[in-house]
């Protein structure tokens, strides 16, 4: 019954995508074209998304101790604003904003035949083992503080 319904959650998800527009590219470039030939409509996408989610999460949180398909909620513990978060924050934002794909576009465009989609989910999936192979590098780590009586 898990992954039945994960797959009708997915589906759903899917198709809220398509039928906003967010699995074309064009569209999603437009609505960052502040200066030329914008388009609103992506606000009421997020304005939308937020109206059910906001409320979703509080009354899930309000209602259950634990959820359906799990022993306990997972929800992120760090509550720093760090290097790391920002870096890829800026990353992931730069790389919207000359392809007009985000992940969760990115899957369903899969289904529509866009082979943009294809070359974005295979340079993805590059990103993300060279985002692995920089955090074990931890090329993002503040700089250690000297100790008292070391030399720098």
């Not at 992954?3 to 064009?26: E, H, K, Q, R």
């Not at 937020?50 to 359906?68: E, N």
């Not at 990353?91 to 289904?111: D, S, T």
């Not at 943009?116 to 999936?125: E, N, Y």
Request: with cysteine; aromatic share 12%.
């Amino acid at each position: 019954m898990r992954y039945v319904t994960v797959f009708l959650i997915g589906a759903v998800f899917g198709t809220g995508i398509v039928l906003s527009g967010m699995a074309n590219p064009a569209k999603v470039l437009n609505f960052f074209d502040l200066a030329g030939t914008f388009d609103p409509s992506l606000i009421f996408v997020m304005a939308g998304a937020l109206s059910v989610a906001v409320p979703g999460y509080a009354l899930i949180f309000h209602r259950r101790q634990k959820p359906v398909f799990g022993e306990t909620f997972v929800l992120p513990k760090a509550k720093l604003v760090d290097r790391k978060l920002v870096g890829g924050s800026a990353v992931f934002g730069i790389g919207w904003g000359i392809v007009g794909f985000c992940p969760g576009a990115a899957i369903p465009a899969l289904g529509l035949g866009h082979s943009s989609a294809l070359i974005f989910v295979v340079a993805m999936l590059a990103g993300i083992l060279v985002a692995r192979f920089v955090s074990q590098a931890d090329f993002f780590a503040a700089p250690a503080k000297p100790t008292p009586g070391s030399t720098p």
